[in-house]
């Protein structure tokens, strides 16, 4: 599984913005994918995750009722809406993919290269 995302750019605090994970490969529908964010000299860190199905989603604290992860297999696309956005939510933004339904970065076989988000206040 290839992972491609875009959406990433300059906003404003209190603005929206969505993230596009893109895949190829034919498996895609199988596999959980979960958004990651990263800020210099931080681990990477949960943001949100869903099931290949997609009826199930987790958040992390920080974004839960601002965010929305949602998919659409056919399309092989799976999108992060994130809404009310602050400064704390700057960082390099990651899509990943597993085999389970996991938060722990560690069990992420397959990521993108990231996408730059940055809020400004």
């Known amino acids: 599984v290839q992972l491609v995302e875009s959406g990433g750019g300059l906003v404003q605090a209190g603005d929206s913005l969505t993230l596009s994970c893109a895949a190829s490969g034919r498996s895609f529908s199988s596999y959980t994918v979960g958004w990651f964010r990263q800020t210099p000299g931080k681990e990477r860190e949960f943001v949100a995750v869903?099931?290949?199905?997609?009826?199930?989603?987790y958040y992390a604290d920080s974004v839960k009722g601002r965010f929305t992860i949602s998919r659409d297999n056919a399309k092989k696309t799976v999108y992060l809406q994130m809404n009310s956005l602050t400064p704390e939510d700057t960082a390099v933004y990651y899509c990943?993919?597993?085999?389970?339904?996991?938060?722990?970065?560690?069990?992420?076989?397959?990521w993108g290269q990231g996408t730059q988000v940055t809020v400004s206040s």
């Open positions: 990943a993919a597993s085999g389970a339904l996991t938060t722990a970065t560690s069990d992420y076989n397959y």
């Open positions: 869903i099931a290949w199905r997609g009826g199930t989603t």
